[in-house]
């Protein structure tokens, strides 16, 4: 079965520490790989995306993410966060098999920044 | 361009009940899919329309339906509600023509079955 895992549940960092949040999906086919964000009483909201081409995706906010096809992995980067980083991020695949809007999501990763 | 828009926000409901819960797509989308969001589970795909059509399925019982309209906005019905059925419920919207489209997501309509 097609499944997202994201290795940690909460992440507790200081300010301009770096981050990394990891994402593994399993399915050996074609996929478009997303990271989402909801901050506090927001809706979700788009970070980056990876299609196709160069597998380092630069997103919003200062975010990068880059798929390693052989590790099936899709990590999440910053090199300094901020307090207004404070938020649950979502790794999400959409595999070839399903096409159309079906996106698969990992259980999230809830990462505090204390100020 | 206005977001997507979801009524109502808040439902409380008894079990065995049953409940329509309606979304607007960003104009000009053609898909809309729904979500269903708990601290448990996470986020999982109910399912998607695209013009009118069920285009994807995921995997819950059929007590979960939806439909969508010329217009795009799209329901999703819940018939004889379950204290597990508690959640919020995102829709999303999406031109719909590639698979790697981004999806907008409302705000959600957080349901209460007591």
């Known amino acids: 079965a097609q499944s997202v895992s994201q290795h940690n549940h909460h992440v507790i960092l200081s300010e301009a520490a770096s981050l990394e949040l990891g994402c593994n999906y399993s399915?050996?086919?074609?996929?478009?790989l997303f990271w989402y964000v909801q901050y506090p009483g927001q809706h979700l909201q788009l970070l980056l995306k990876?299609?196709?081409?160069?597998?380092l995706v630069k997103g919003i906010k200062g975010f990068e993410a880059e798929f390693i096809k052989s590790k099936f992995s899709f990590n999440l980067r910053k090199p300094s966060v901020q307090w207004s980083d404070t938020a649950e991020y979502f790794c999400?695949?959409?595999?070839?098999?399903?096409?159309?809007?079906?996106?698969?999501f990992g259980q999230g990763t809830e990462l505090s920044v204390k100020p | 361009k206005a977001g997507v828009t979801q009524t109502p926000r808040y439902l409380i409901k008894t079990r065995g009940q049953q409940v329509t819960l309606s979304c607007s797509p960003i104009?000009?989308?053609?898909?809309v899919s729904w979500y269903q969001q708990t601290p448990g589970q996470g986020l999982q795909f109910l399912f998607e329309?695209?013009?009118?059509?069920?285009?994807n399925k995921g995997n819950f019982p059929g007590r979960f339906s939806g439909r969508q309209f010329s217009n795009s906005r799209s329901e999703m019905n819940v018939s004889t509600l379950e204290l597990g059925d508690s959640a919020l419920y995102l829709c999303?919207?999406?031109?719909?023509?590639?698979?790697?489209?981004?999806?907008?997501f409302g705000p959600g309509t957080r349901l209460t079955v007591l």
């Open positions: 999400a695949v959409i595999t070839s098999k399903n096409q159309g809007g079906k996106l698969i």
């Open positions: 104009s000009g989308h053609r898909s």
């Open positions: 399915y050996g086919g074609t996929v478009n």
């Open positions: 999303a919207s999406s031109l719909g023509l590639a698979a790697g489209d981004t999806q907008y």
């Open positions: 990876y299609f196709s081409g160069d597998p």
């Open positions: 329309y695209f013009s009118e059509t069920q285009r």
